[in-house]
């Protein structure tokens, strides 16, 4: 049986990419705006794709400084940069698409790959997305 540590909250209203999402502890209440390139207004507001973007790395990160410990490895400065794509399928269905890069100076290639592979087998964003959507990840020192 799965034992559910935390539930975040989040509500969306108005006309969902040009809406609002407010969080059930009002750390997160942001206006959202459809992207430019979507033929929306762009503009100062944030959208779907870099919310989930952000969380992604975050957990990424997350993952990634735990098996580090695991491994007794040392991360100076381990940054992740996720890039969300919204995508039209050959069917016309819009599909997300993610990459993650780790930079983990100080490490040399082969052991930066090796970390990331096993953040990737322990992520739960990663393991949400697995099978459902194409993720890429990998490593620059």
């Known amino acids: 049986m799965t034992q ?3 539930t975040a909250e989040v509500t969306a209203s108005g006309q969902g990419r040009d809406g609002e999402v407010v969080s059930s502890d009002g750390v ?3 206006k959202l705006a459809t992207p430019k390139e979507l033929g929306g207004p ?3 507001h944030t959208n779907p794709e870099q919310l989930f973007a952000a969380g992604y790395s975050a ?3 997350s ?3 735990l098996v580090a410990r695991q491994g007794k490895v040392e991360l100076a400065s381990a ?3 996720a890039n969300v794509n919204l995508n039209r399928s050959d069917e016309g269905r819009f599909i997300l698409s993610a990459s993650l890069v ?3 100076p100080g490490l040399e290639q082969g052991q930066a790959d090796q970390l990331v592979a096993q953040a990737h ?3 739960p964003y990663s393991h949400a997305t697995r099978r459902n959507i194409e993720v890429s990840v990998s490593a620059t020192v």
């Open 4 to 6: 559910v540590l935390y």
């Open 28 to 30: 997160i209440d942001e």
């Open 42 to 44: 762009g503009g100062a």
């Open 59 to 61: 957990c990424f990160l």
């Open 63 to 65: 993952a990634l400084n």
């Open 79 to 81: 940054t992740i940069t």
């Open 102 to 104: 780790a930079h983990l």
């Open 121 to 123: 087998q322990v992520c």
